[in-house]
């Protein structure tokens, strides 16, 4: 089982341009969630996806939005990047039963300069 | 808006030492509340506590539930230097939306010397 897996592991990207982050589920999961965690603080909450709809969304604006395929995978885009918007985002899997662990993975490092 | 306070932020121990982790919170229609350790990137799932679970052991690890004081500890004895971590606290709760999102603390940074 290869777990939650996200791509790439590292970005960096200038002020202005726009991001695109990938995620691939746990096997068995069809929920993905995707948190943005900053330096020094716990993941945020970005926003959730199950059957192919955002089903749930944080305090983020609409610069962040997402993506979720008929394969469970999901894909987090960013646009017009600020340089507050560095830091490690993170993707989590879990099944569509209600409150159960969700699994992570490892990650995506952006840097903005 | 549901909160979560982790105290200490960090912490340094010597090996051996047995430590305490502790976790506040507040949140609409409580669900669960989870720790998780994170290394390097991935947080790895420890404990989850819920109203029919209110402690969990595993190994020299082990946690618990006070629903009532709405808070929850993370116990660690005999420390190794792999204990050396962030600690990270989230709750989940049913304020309205689907599977719950997780509500993160900002985490106990644990340092174990050798």
């Known amino acids: 089982d290869a777990g939650v897996t996200q791509s790439p592991t590292h970005l960096i990207k200038t002020r202005g341009q726009q991001v695109t982050l990938r995620c691939s589920p746990k096997?068995?999961?069809?929920?993905v969630s995707w948190y943005q965690q900053a330096l020094g603080q716990g993941p945020q909450f970005i926003f959730q996806?199950?059957?192919?709809?955002?089903?749930q969304r944080g305090n983020f604006p609409d610069r962040f939005s997402g993506h979720q395929f008929p394969n469970y995978s999901s894909e987090l885009n960013v646009n017009a990047l600020l340089l507050g918007d560095s830091a490690l985002y993170l993707c989590?899997?879990?099944?569509?039963?209600?409150?159960?662990?969700?699994?992570f993975g490892q990650g995506t490092r952006l840097t903005v300069v | 808006e549901d909160k979560v306070v982790q105290s200490p932020l960090s912490l340094v121990v010597h090996e051996g030492d047995t430590v305490t982790l502790n976790c506040s919170y507040e949140v609409t229609n409580f669900r669960s509340l989870l720790w998780y350790k994170q290394e390097k990137k991935a947080p790895t799932f420890l404990f989850m506590l819920t109203s029919s679970g209110i402690e969990k052991k595993s190994g020299r690890l082990s946690s618990i539930l006070d629903k009532k004081e709405l808070f929850s500890i993370l116990n660690i004895t005999a420390t190794q230097t792999g204990d050396s971590a962030i600690y990270l606290c989230a709750v989940r709760g049913d304020s309205g939306g689907s599977n719950y999102k997780l509500t993160f603390g900002k985490g106990t940074l644990l340092t174990v010397n050798p």
């Open positions: 996806y199950y059957e192919e709809e955002e089903r």
């Open positions: 096997s068995g999961h069809d929920t």
């Open positions: 989590a899997s879990s099944p569509r039963v209600m409150n159960t662990e969700a699994f």
